[in-house]
């Protein structure tokens, strides 16, 4: 795998690197999304009572109004709502007024202001907060690049069970960026990172075990991480998990599977695998 350049995953920011477009070809849907909002536009009355108990010194309901313009009028209503939660002692809003700061989204664009809210969002215990505090200083971006500082923080917001921040350290201990190259630690945290949901680090756990990278090679045991990826909605964990089936590695051989998904492949976005879907 071409390990030359870093890439790292948030939930927020935009990819720091995209040298294996996430990982691997055909992976256009796994840029990191939009955090889920969910669910359907809220009242105005409920609206207007968090607004209420905010102007009456609820800071909870600061950012429960915040959020609630997010998912409607814009985010120019939600930053102030954010100011007054952050500055009240809600970290989850310093977390999401950095969001704003960021971007440049209902607030003039300023790096700077983002990187201190992330890192005030961070001290208080917030994990994205670390998570996209740890991008910028393994980035540069609006920091002075520190790798090392980036491991930290991503250690951090894997501690407090945050699979993003668990791959992108595994990404770091993969390429030896900031830490000492380690291949079982790495295989480890795209493990400890598959098992919270993240199906990219599903499927750099099955790389990890197709390979033998950190981890003793085994088919048998890349197959389900293959799996894993591919009902995630991951192109290429569909290809590879074809692958296995037609050649009968680690599995039993299998045609009409690996037809069936190339097919899903295919569906997913990666071009290539429509021609074998039709064989």
Known sequence: MDTTNARWAHPQLPLASVALCMLLAGCAKQQPPERERGGAQPAAQDLGQAEQACRSGDTAQCLVAGEAYMKGEGAEWAAPLYEKACTGGVVRACYALGRLYFRGQGVTKDIGRARALFEQACQGGDAEGCNDLAVMYADGNGITKDLSKGAELFRAACDASLPMGCFNLAAQYEQGLGVVRD?????????????????????????????????????????????????GGLAAGCHHLAVLYESGAGVARDPVRARALHKKACESGMQSECSEAKE
């Open 183 to 231: 291949l079982a630690k790495a295989a480890a945290l795209y493990g400890k990172a598959c098992d919270g949901g993240h199906v990219p680090s599903c499927f750099q756990l099955a790389i990890a075990h197709a390979s033998g990278s950190g981890v003793p090679k085994s088919f048998t045991r890349a197959a389900p991480f293959y799996r894993k990826a591919c009902e």
